[in-house]
Structure formats: C-alpha cells, structure tokens
C-alpha cells in the first residue's frame, strides 16, 4: 500500500478487484470511500448546507454515503440523482440514505455542491440530464468540489470531454489518476486531497514524485568530489549565464561556464573558460555537462553539441540542444547518462527527429524514452519524467513560473545535481522540487533571475 501511486483507469480497476479478491467488499470499499471524502465536506462545510450530486454508478453510491454522514451529523443535504442507481453497490448506498432525493437543481442554490455523478473511466461527454444538472449546478454553488475526478475528465489523459466547471477541491479515492497530474484538467481541479481506501498497488505503477532528501557535503568533501560542471555557452550567452547562477546555488562544488564570449557581469565565483572546446572538455574531473541553453542551431551549435556528447559522460540537454538532438548525434552514446528537459514545443521537435509519431505530451514522453532510452523531463505546468525507473509525477508549481527563462534556471539545478551524484533521474526529480520551492521563496511576480536566486534558500528546505 503507498499513497504515491498513480494510477490509470484499468490499474485502479485492478486494485479494487483484488481488493474484493482478498475479501474485502465492494460495499466496504464504498464505506471507506464515501466516508473519507464526508470528512473533508464536513470541514470545509462548517454547518452550512450542501447538495450532492449522484450518477447511476459506483461514483454516485460513493455520493449517496457521503450525503448520509452528513445527514447524520446534521447538516442540511439535498441530492439530486437524474436517474436511479445501475450498480448493486450504488443501489445499496442509495436504500441506506435516509433523506430525500430530486431529480434536478432546481430550486437549490446551496454554498456546496459536491459532484459524483461520474468519477474515473468516462470516455465519453456528460450528455442530457447529467449535463444539464452539473451546469445548472456549477452556476447556483459557489464552492464546488468534485470526487475522484471531476465529471466530463477523461482519467488517463486528463482530456476534458466536453464543458467542465472549475472546482474548488478534488477529493481523490482510493489512489491518485494520471488526469490529477495533467493538463488540461489539471486546471480544472483547484486543490487536491487523497482519500486512502486500504487498497495495495503494483511496484511498478507510476508514483509521485518524493520529496528530496539533500544531504550536506561530507567532512573530507572538495570541490572536486562534490562535482564540477561544466555549462557550455553558445550564440546568446545570457541564457547559460542564468544557467549558471542556478547551477552555483544547487550543490555543485565547482560550476565552469565554457563562453568565447566576454561576461563582465559574471559573478566572481564562476569561472569562465574560452578557447577550444574539445580540449576544456577532456578534463577527467568534469562530473556532468549542460549544453543548450542560448546554444543557437546552426552548423557551429551543432558542433559544439557533437563535441558534448563525444565526452560519454552525464549531460542535460535543454533548449536548442533538443532542436539539434537525433540518432546520428546519439549514436555510441550511453542514453541512461543523459538527461533532456523538453517543454512542449521541444518535445514535438524531437519526436519528429527520432520517427516518433504519438500525440499527447503523456504518450510522447513514453515513447521517446522507450525509443532512445533518455531521461525525458517534460516540463510545463503538468511536468512528467519518464526513465529507467518508470514515470514519475509532480505536484504543479506556482504559476508565476511561466515567464521567459524558468527553464534555463531548472536546466542549471538538474546539471548541477547531476553533477553531485551522476543519476540523471534523481537530478531532474531534486531539481523540479527545488524549482517549486524556489518559485515559492521568490513570490508572486517573479523574474528567471529571482528563481536562480532563490534556489539556494529552497536547498535548505529540503536538507
């Protein structure tokens, strides 16, 4: 049992059946459901009235206990059902509630609505009656909170079929599904709380992301062994430089920016190397590279990248590296050694270089890690990796991270990290977790070199 997994629509399937397999009820399975997710309603109700909203399956008999443990505390508890219960589950949770129910809204205009009309596996748009009471609903209830998934969210893709309300909070039970995590229903859910029900869940499900646990420099530590990084520079040298600032702050012992370009604001503990680019890489000592950002996309940045990944050793690929990514470039290097940190846009790019033909941020990170065997960090606001450990999830960062030059700065942490301990999994993971907490120092308004600023505060955050 973990409460890290995230689940697809057949996986939680699974683990409900093997729940019921091992003896556990489907009613009992419901009880522990509808009663968690009563307990949140009933905190954030604080006695006023709510009306819960019940579809025909499983979903809506979890709505039917949430009512009636209101109802027993006293709460005042509309439901409203537009078609009676189609599952033995649902059916027994709706004889074992004890208040009345309507067919539709009208007529309510409560301070809570809580919508279980569809939870996880829809694949299809709310159409008629259903339709019309989520809208009619949404419109007269100021506070919404959805259970499991919002109704009209397709669970393993995060696809909103059809027109969705914003919700306030999303109560997710028994595990996590991918559609918490992704966009665009992301954007729909507000806050989200997760309801444990006691089911077990395979090892090799995708996870959430953990929270770093960063350790200080041993007693016998140098700059050497606690890595040194080297950050190669390109075209337009102001993106490496913000590179290097986050680098300089995320735990390396010695971060190299390699520029033919003169940098008289660079800070005096970065040292900055020109000249051939060959022979300033063929130091032993280098632990990890980070190429891309500002690299330009021409013959000369290509160059420079071949002469990268020639080096065999960790690297983060970011930014125009992954414009100029393909097999040949790839060819004899060791992929569980690299790290691409893609945004959208790039992650297109670099399927069409590799013949990769899915759609879908999900599916596309898959594939390309399964095609090149890359660490993939697809980034945004519902960022996702994909490496030899599985996919991994994250929590979404403060919004004010969208902003030109965000990517640079988690480019620096991940190389920086990488640098430290050479797993370019456990880099990308540590460094989305600093970024987030980075962003959160900084605040509202922030600016690229205000996050790479705030990244060593957000390092003692997590010591």
Not at 237 to 243: E, H, I, S
Not at 412 to 438: F, K
């Amino acid at each position: 049992m973990a409460n890290d997994a995230v689940l697809t629509v057949a996986e939680m399937r699974a683990a409900e059946a093997a729940a019921v397999a091992a003896g556990t009820s489907e009613w009992s399975l419901m009880q522990r459901a509808g009663q968690g997710a009563a307990d949140y309603v009933w905190r954030i109700a604080a006695g006023r009235p709510v009306t819960v909203l019940c579809g025909p399956g499983n979903n809506g008999g979890d709505g039917y206990v949430i009512a009636e443990v209101l109802r027993t505390r006293g709460l005042d508890v509309a439901v409203v059902a537009p078609v009676e219960p189609g599952t033995e589950t649902a059916r027994k949770a709706r004889k074992n509630y004890r208040g009345a129910v309507q067919p539709s809204v009208t007529g309510l205009a409560k301070p809570i609505m809580v919508d279980c009309l569809f939870g996880y596996g829809l694949s299809r748009p709310l159409e008629g009656d259903f339709a019309e009471v989520l809208a009619r609903a949404a419109a007269s209830h100021p506070y919404r909170i959805a259970v499991d998934v919002p109704s009209g969210v397709a669970s393993d893709s995060g696809e909103l079929l059809g027109e969705v309300p914003r919700f306030d909070l999303t109560l997710a039970l028994g595990a996590w599904k991918q559609a918490h995590f992704l966009m665009p229903s992301l954007a729909v859910m507000g806050e989200k709380r997760l309801v444990p029900i006691g089911l077990d869940f395979p090892e090799d499900a995708a996870r959430l992301a953990p929270r770093p646990a960063l350790s200080p420099p041993a007693a016998d530590s140098h700059k050497y062994t606690r890595g040194l990084l080297a950050i190669v520079a390109g075209t337009m040298p102001g993106a490496a430089m913000l590179a290097a600032q986050a680098a300089l702050r995320s735990g390396a012992g010695y971060v190299k920016l390699l520029s033919e370009h003169s940098h008289p604001d660079a800070p005096a503990e970065l040292v900055i190397e020109g000249g051939d680019l060959a022979k300033s890489l063929d130091d032993e000592r280098i632990a990890a590279v980070l190429i891309g950002p500002g690299l330009g996309r021409d013959e000369a940045a290509r160059a420079r990248l071949c002469a990268v990944l020639d080096t065999r050793g960790p690297c983060v690929l970011d930014a125009d590296a992954l414009h100029l990514l393909d097999p040949d470039l790839l060819e004899g290097c060791d992929p569980a050694r690299l790290l691409v940190t893609p945004h959208e846009g790039e992650l297109a790019k670099l399927c069409d270089a590799f013949a990769i033909s899915t759609r879908g941020k999900l599916d596309r990170a898959r594939a390309l890690h399964e095609s090149t065997g890359l660490a993939v960090l697809a980034k945004g606001p519902d960022t996702i990796l994909f490496a030899a450990q599985g996919l991994r999830f994250f929590p979404q960062g403060s919004s004010w991270l969208s902003v030109a030059g965000t990517g640079d700065v988690l480019a620096g942490i991940a190389a920086a990290r990488l640098a430290v301990h050479g797993d370019p999994a456990l880099a990308a993971e540590e460094a989305v977790h600093l970024q987030h907490e980075a962003a959160a120092i900084a605040g509202p308004g922030l600016t690229s070199g205000q996050l790479a600023h705030a990244v060593q505060p957000a390092m003692e955050r997590f010591l």
